[in-house]
């Protein structure tokens, strides 16, 4: 356990990381680093900062569990706009607020929206079609199924 003036020299240099904003969301404004989908989570010491937040102002953290925000702002260090939960819980999370990569920004797509949509939309055949934009025509029956780039 940290001795009481290592605990307060920690909350003296959160502090001097962190503005409050309108919406109550303690904003980092330290050091971030890109997270998934490029977003910037807050980091001090070898520590993302929402997770030593949790730790100066809640308590422990179980090495199994993520830090989870209820306000979906990847910078807010708000213990009170915080929750634990494990990691199936923290992509339930993301998916429900529709934050997982689809389309374009999957890491494993080979087309762009407007070629997903030409490819759904367009009345020529998938061969005709999958010749055009470069990738097989199963992937053309795929999007037109719903299989894939269901969103467009």
Request: proline share 3%.
């Amino acid at each position: 356990m940290k001795t009481d003036s290592s605990y307060t020299k920690s909350i003296a240099r959160f502090w001097r990381n962190v503005n409050i904003d309108k919406s109550g969301c303690w904003l980092w404004i330290g050091y971030c680093i890109k997270g998934p989908k490029l977003l910037p989570y807050g980091r001090l010491n070898h520590k993302l900062a929402h997770r030593l937040s949790w730790e100066l102002y809640v308590g422990e953290i179980q090495k199994e569990l993520c830090v989870l925000h209820k306000c979906d702002n990847p910078k807010c260090v708000n213990p009170w706009h915080l929750f634990l939960g494990t990691r199936l819980d923290n992509m339930k999370d993301r998916n429900a607020k529709l934050r997982q990569a689809r389309g374009e920004k999957s890491g494993r797509a080979k087309l762009t929206e407007e070629q997903a949509k030409y490819a759904k939309y367009s009345s020529e055949h998938p061969r005709v079609v999958a010749h055009k934009i470069g990738v097989t025509k199963s992937i053309i029956y795929n999007i037109r199924a719903g299989r894939i780039w269901k969103h467009v």
